[in-house]
Every structure is written in structure tokens, then in C-alpha cells.
């Protein structure tokens, strides 16, 4: 266990996350690369240039003759896909915090660090892209200091491009992050950090041990659901899944036990042995929360079932997808869909077409109202068509929400415009660093 480092990249959106991870992996010879972004091994994530699932891999270093072993799990950078970020961090005791040199600090990278924070995950603050000639690392030091308060001389400067700071980069995983914690000989504890469907395998889940050990053929139950399985297959994550015999404290790993349905798994659960078991579950991640909600219709109505198995697969290696089913009278049998954001919405249905070849109908997203009738009685409406009749309505209620708005001082004006025009009230502001601002509404979803 002294030899484990289980750590996460945590950023805003294209602040060089995965190009980073890339040259970590290539220092440490765990892959050759061939192709930009190797982690990013979704198509959509490779035309987008955007992260869109957390990844998990393996790679070994060695460090004054002693050989270690990090986990690195590389996480995407878009609000909309904060739910992965949460999972990664859950998983590890440390996370790089990379910022950009040409654009300082951004609202993702604080978002994400206080999650981080709040786990009690080790920091190293890490400048990339200082290559650039429009870098400024000088200034953008000054922003991370204010922000995490940590001395000059813990930031590294590095360039994910020319390879400039790798080396201190991986010196410092080992100095500064704690190795994982954990009682071998304890009962089996493992979280479930995420999950995959295969057609020939079934299910693959993730997992992290925090206490006690798994072998290949241990009899395992899933403490949420209850259910029993055979190990039939345990082992660590490279490039491809590589089987091992037995896995300890600390790793983590993959393990395929011939699951067939999607529900048995739910990420955030706890595996254990089944003659042995744990006494209580891993307190998980919270569950997440839909802000955008839709409908999705099969284009053909024969469709239906289809369409409710490929959105219980996708919810497998997504899991802040949620549905349940509707009716509508155009449209006929659908499902209305929960999801984080309408970037989410937009990669859900295109992962849809692609992943499970549906062609899908998405109607306009909104939101849910709660209507309160004169009868007392309480309805949740998703459409105008849904409303009872004026007469009969006592109130409306509405989801409202606390947003927190971080901008450069000159639009403060033009955006509290905007928020007070939508209903929103401001509730304070505060200046963060220089000429940044915080802002915080209440404003209707």
C-alpha cells in the first residue's frame, strides 16, 4: 500500500487536461502515443475535443530505485459532467489542479476544487501550457496562491505539449499524496466508482478497495441491492483490462461477474464478501440532480422497448441520466429524461444514435411546476397541456435556484441586467481576486 498513488485531474474546460494525462502516461512508458488525447476513446469526445467520460488507468513509476504505482483518473472539465468529477475524487487521496498559464483561474476549476477539498484530497497545483507566448505564469501564480493559499514554491510549472514539468510533476505525486489508508485484513469494503456495458462480458464495474482484498473466484454481494455473484474475472485497468489473481487495499480495478442487467449496479454501491460482509456500505456521492428535463420519443413507436433498453445501458456508464416513462398525444409512448445540462442533453442523444443506432424525437427541454388545486390536491406538471383549469388552481410553485456567477468586474453591469430581467434576485456579491467577482442570485430554473 506504501507504493499506491491514487490521484485525479480536476480543470475548466480545455485548460490541457487530457494532453497532460497523455504525457504522464508516456513518461512513465505505460503507452507509446500514437494519437492525440489517448484516454478520450469515444468518438464524440474526439471531435469534440471535450472530455466527456472519467477515465481510469494504471502506470508505474520508479523513484530512487523504488517502484510505485498510480492510479490516474482523468475527468472532464464541462459543469455538465461535474457528476463524473465527483465520482473520480471519491476514488482518490490526491488531484492535480491544473490551471491554464494563458487564462488564470476559470468557475470550473473553483467548482471542482472545493469538491476536492471537501474529500480531503491532497492539492498540487500545476501552471500547464507555459509554452505559449501569451502565457503569464507569473500572474496566474498570484490567482492560485489566493485561492488555495499555498506557498510559490508548491506550483509547478509544466507544458503539456513540449513535456516541460512532467518529471516534478510525478516527484511530487509521490512526495506530497498520501499512499491509500486501509485494514488488509478487514472484511472486503470496495466502492463502485463506475461501470461499463459489454455485449460478450455483461457488466464491468469499477471499483476501489479501501479495506480487505478480493481473489478471482471470491463469492461477492453488492451491499445496496443484495445480490450475490462469482468473481469471475478481477484486475487493473491499462490501455486494455489486464486479469490478476488478487487485488488488496488500495488498488483499483475492474471485475466481471456475468451481470446481465443494468439495475444491479449502481454506482456509488459497495462490494464485499459474501461470507464475510462489511458492516456498513461506503458513504457514497450524493445523487445528482436533473436541471434539464425532456422528452424522448422513438421516431418508430415499435420502437419503445428498445429505446427503454438503450437508455438503461447508457444510464450504466452515465449514471446522471435519469428517465421514467410518458405519454404524449402527438407523440405517442416515450420517456422524459432528466439530464445535467443541454450540452448533456445534446451528447445523450447523439451517444443514442451512435452507441445504440435509435433515432430519437427530443421534445423542447423545460422544467417541472408543482400545482396546488383548491381541493388540496398537489400535481406535478410537465407541460401547458397538463395545467387544470385557471378556476381551480390555488397557487404555482416553481424550481428556483442559488446561482453563483464569477466574472471579470466589467460585466457585472450587463449580467445583473440579464439576471433581473429573468425574475432573479441578487442576494450579495463579493470580489474574489483582482478584478473578479462573485455574485450570487436566487433566480427561477
Known amino acids: 500500500m506504501q507504493h499506491i498513488r491514487n490521484f485525479c485531474i480536476i480543470a475548466h474546460i480545455d485548460h490541457g487536461k487530457s494532453t497532460l494525462a497523455d504525457r504522464l502516461l508516456e513518461c512513465t512508458n505505460t503507452i507509446k502515443i500514437t494519437d492525440g488525447q489517448m484516454l478520450d476513446n469515444m468518438d464524440l469526445e474526439k471531435e469534440r475535443g471535450i472530455t466527456i467520460k472519467s477515465h481510469a488507468i494504471q502506470m508505474e513509476y520508479e523513484l530512487n530505485g523504488e517502484k510505485y504505482v498510480f492510479n490516474l483518473i482523468d475527468t472532464p472539465g464541462h459543469v455538465d459532467f461535474s457528476y463524473e468529477v465527483s465520482r473520480s475524487i471519491a476514488a ?3 488531484a492535480l489542479l491544473v490551471v491554464d498559464a494563458t487564462q488564470g483561474v476559470q468557475a470550473q476549476t473553483i467548482s471542482n476544487l472545493y469538491m476536492a477539498i471537501e474529500h480531503d484530497l491532497e492539492i498540487i497545483p500545476v501552471i500547464n501550457k507555459i509554452d505559449m507566448p501569451s502565457a503569464m505564469p507569473d500572474e496566474v501564480e498570484d490567482e492560485i496562491v489566493e485561492l488555495i493559499g499555498c506557498d510559490r514554491s508548491e506550483i509547478i510549472r509544466a507544458s503539456g505539449k513540449t513535456g516541460e514539468g512532467i518529471d516534478d510533476i510525478l516527484k511530487a505525486v509521490v512526495e506530497r499524496i498520501p499512499h491509500p489508508v486501509g485494514n488488509v485484513d478487514a472484511p472486503l469494503q470496495a466502492l463502485i466508482f463506475d461501470s461499463v456495458f459489454n455485449s460478450f462480458r455483461g457488466i464491468i464495474a469499477y471499483f476501489k478497495i479501501l479495506n480487505g482484498s478480493i481473489k478471482k473466484g471470491d463469492k461477492v454481494k453488492f451491499f445496496n441491492t443484495g445480490m450475490e455473484y462469482d468473481a469471475d474475472e478481477v484486475g487493473v485497468l491499462k490501455m486494455d483490462m489486464i486479469p490478476r489473481k488478487e487485488l488488496s487495499t488500495g488498488e483499483v480495478g475492474y471485475i466481471i461477474s456475468g451481470i446481465k442487467d443494468a439495475k444491479e449496479v449502481k454506482v456509488g454501491d459497495t462490494i464485499t464478501h459474501t461470507a464475510r460482509p462489511c458492516e456498513t456500505a461506503i458513504a457514497g456521492f450524493q445523487e445528482v440532480k436533473p436541471m434539464v428535463f425532456a422528452g424522448v420519443y422513438p421516431i418508430d413507436p415499435t420502437e419503445y422497448e428498445n429505446l427503454r433498453a438503450s437508455l438503461e445501458k447508457l444510464q450504466l456508464n452515465d449514471a446522471s441520466l435519469t428517465f421514467f416513462p410518458e405519454s404524449s398525444v402527438a407523440l405517442g409512448f416515450g420517456f422524459r429524461c432528466g439530464f445535467l445540462g443541454l450540452l448533456h442533453m445534446e451528447i445523450v442523444q447523439e451517444r443514442l444514435d451512435r452507441e445504440f ?16 388545486t383548491k381541493q388540496g390536491d398537489a400535481l406535478e406538471v410537465h407541460n401547458p397541456s397538463g395545467l387544470p383549469e385557471p378556476t381551480m388552481i390555488e397557487h404555482i410553485e416553481e424550481p428556483y435556484i442559488k446561482a453563483t456567477i ?39 430554473l
Open 92 to 94: 482518490c487521496e490526491g
Open 357 to 372: 443506432n435509435m433515432d430519437v424525437i427530443t421534445t423542447v427541454p423545460n422544467v417541472s411546476y408543482m400545482v396546488y
Open 406 to 444: 464569477i466574472t471579470d468586474s466589467n460585466y457585472i453591469g450587463p449580467i445583473m441586467k440579464l439576471c433581473l430581467d429573468k425574475r432573479g434576485e441578487l442576494l450579495n456579491q463579493e470580489y474574489v481576486s483582482g478584478n473578479r467577482v462573485e455574485l450570487h442570485f436566487m433566480i427561477p
